[in-house]
Nanobody, 119 residues
């Protein structure tokens, strides 16, 4: 089974930057296909921020395009989310996810890391 641990969250002023990391442990990392970053603000539904394929192709939500960059290091079992130009509306709990379409539970979630952007 895959375990995911996020880190790198914190408090930053508007316009600042943060880099989130997600470490995937477990002997089946090679069976992970797409990985993603999601976020959930208080009182709102969880939303998809970015995804990245095994081959490194990333896609982004319109709200973060040109500001956020997702990357993946398969050798280190890590994914990252570089966040620039942060806005107060980016404040949320950020979660990492991993898809294992050939292995239950098919989608694994981390516990999340808090990002707070002050105005």
């Amino acid at each position: 089974q895959v375990q995911l641990v996020e880190s790198g969250g914190g408090l930053v002023q508007a316009g600042g930057s943060l880099t989130l990391s997600c470490a995937a442990s477990g002997s089946i990392f090679r069976r992970i296909t797409t990985m993603g970053w999601h976020r959930q603000a208080p009182g709102k539904q969880r939303e998809l921020v970015a995804t990245i394929t095994q081959g490194g192709t990333a896609n982004y939500a319109d709200s973060v395009k040109s500001r956020f960059t997702m990357s993946r290091d398969n050798a280190k079992n890590m994914v990252y989310l570089q966040m620039n130009g942060l806005k107060p509306e980016d404040t949320a709990l950020y979660y990492c996810s991993a898809d294992t379409p050939s292995l239950y539970p098919y989608v694994t979630w981390g516990q999340g890391t808090q990002v707070t952007v002050s105005s």
